[in-house]
């Protein structure tokens, strides 16, 4: 009887010895590239996720804080710039005292020229001092406001503000108290008046450049703040970002890994089989 030829079994293939990646880690792989967030609820990571919401928390607090600072501030840019176009007309009003002083005494039709043009800048004081405002807020009108800069998130907190005192810088009468101690120029030919007049408009020059040294200081110690409360709302969202943000170098890696993975599983090969955990190493 004629043998047959027999040839050996060719041995079984074995699977790779890594599962399939499942469908579920890859979509959520994709989705932390997507957002670039690694922690979307507490499921993914109760504590990092409750850490960084009251990291952010605090950080919106201090955004309210820094939106009362600046409202503060720019009330006091609108004050100091009143009071620098304030002290540049007196500074105008003194060398009209000063020139009429330097006509001869007979002179009278050119120092009631100048008295006429002393008295048009005496009429711009009050209305100058009164569009001195902002959002209703005027600290050297007559009958000045207050500002008030809560550095709290809550107003109701009263111990964390700053009240600023208005100063009136208004033409001085007697129905309002306070205010510039200046009067009409009359009678400009009499030496007297015109000495009288020129200390009214240095006091009121002073009083002037005292408010505006105030205001000044109250602003610059209101910047420090701001940038004080800036540089803590950005490392407070550092810091919550950290601690839930997706690495994205580290996800595309682990996202490209799996994705060989699956596609060296889906092959028929004893080359791959083989050489498939290797191939993975090398990730």
Same mark, same amino acid.
């Given at each position: ?12 293939? $074995?699977?790779?010895?890594? @599962?399939? /990646?499942? /469908? ?8 932390? !590239?997507?957002?670039?967030?690694? &922690? ?40 100091? +710039? ?14 009209? &005292? ?5 006509? /001869?005494? *007979? +002179? ?12 048009? #800048?005496?009429?711009?004081? +009050? @209305?100058?001092?009164?569009? #001195? $405002? ?36 208004? &033409? *001085? ?7 510039? *101690? ?24 002073? #009083? ?44 595309? *890696? ?9 596609? !060296? ?6 080359? &791959?089989?083989? $050489? ?8």
């Amino acid at each position: 009887m004629a043998n047959s030829s027999v040839f050996p079994a060719s041995p079984p293939r $074995s699977p790779l010895p890594s @599962p399939l /990646p499942a /469908p579920d880690l890859l979509a959520a792989l994709q989705h932390r !590239l997507a957002t670039g967030s690694a &922690v979307d609820s507490a499921v993914d990571d109760a504590m990092s996720f409750y850490k960084a919401r009251s990291l952010m928390g605090f950080a919106g607090e201090l955004s309210v804080i820094k939106g009362n600072i600046l409202e503060g501030l720019q009330v006091l840019r609108t004050t100091t +710039d009143a009071l620098e176009a304030l002290a540049e007309t007196l500074k105008q009003m003194k060398a009209l &005292v000063l020139a009429a002083r330097s006509l /001869p005494a *007979a +002179d009278k039709v050119g120092r009631e020229r100048l008295a006429h043009q002393f008295n048009a #800048a005496l009429q711009q004081i +009050d @209305p100058l001092t009164e569009d #001195a $405002s902002y959002n209703g807020i005027n600290l050297i009108k007559a009958r000045a406001d207050t500002l008030t800069i809560h550095f709290a998130a809550h107003p109701g907190n009263a111990t964390r503000k700053l009240a600023i005192p208005g100063e009136p810088r208004h &033409v *001085a009468r007697p129905d309002i108290p306070g205010g510039l *101690a200046l009067s009409v120029a009359e009678d400009w030919a009499r030496a007297d008046r015109l000495e009288a007049a020129v200390r009214a408009v240095e006091a009121a020059l002073c #009083a002037v450049q005292d408010s505006l040294q105030v205001f000044v200081g109250h602003a610059s110690l209101l910047e420090i703040r701001r940038d004080f409360t800036e540089t803590l709302i950005s490392t407070l969202e550092t810091c919550a970002a950290d601690l839930v943000h997706a690495d994205v170098t580290k996800e595309s *890696a682990y996202s490209l890994a799996l994705l060989i993975q699956r596609q !060296l599983g889906a092959l028929d090969s004893p080359i &791959v089989q083989s $050489s498939g955990p290797a191939i993975l190493r090398l990730l």
